[in-house]
Nanobody, 127 residues
Framework: QVQLVESGGGLVQAGGSLRLSCAASGLTFSAYGMGWFRQAPGKEREFVAGINWSGTSTTYADSVNGRFTISRDNAKNTVYLQMNRLKPEDTAVYYC????????????????????WGQGTQVIVSS
């Protein structure tokens, strides 16, 4: 079965950086687009960034565009989220997720289009 395991979260001061990783197993990783989502306390889960199966196309939420970068290494079955210039409002549990459809032509943003999820990694940004 598909397993997605996030790592790299932690406590960081505002303005700092973190890199999240999501290691995938149980699937042909290179065939699927991947996404990062986050959920802050008392809020709904929201889209953060997505990347297509080949890594040639990405999309970002407006709130993180220009600060976060999603990338993938298909040889390592891993997707990354580089987070720079972090803000307290970036505090959340971050989840990676797998697109339900292989070789999708579009990079997904809607949570309903992702069918496997990791357990999440906590990011806390202090002011």
């Amino acid at each position: 079965q598909v397993q997605l395991v996030e790592s790299g979260g932690g406590l960081v001061q505002a303005g700092g950086s973190l890199r999240l990783s999501c290691a995938a197993s149980g699937l042909t990783f290179s065939a699927y687009g991947m996404g990062w989502f986050r959920q802050a306390p008392g809020k709904e889960r929201e889209f953060v960034a997505g990347i297509n199966w080949s890594g040639t196309s990405t999309t970002y939420a407006d709130s993180v565009n220009g600060r976060f970068t999603i990338s993938r290494d298909n040889a390592k079955n891993t997707v990354y989220l580089q987070m720079n210039r972090l803000k307290p409002e970036d505090t959340a549990v971050y989840y990676c997720a797998k697109d339900f459809n292989p070789y999708a032509s579009l990079v997904r943003r809607a949570a309903a289009m992702f069918d496997s999820w990791g357990q999440g990694t906590q990011v806390i940004v202090s002011s």
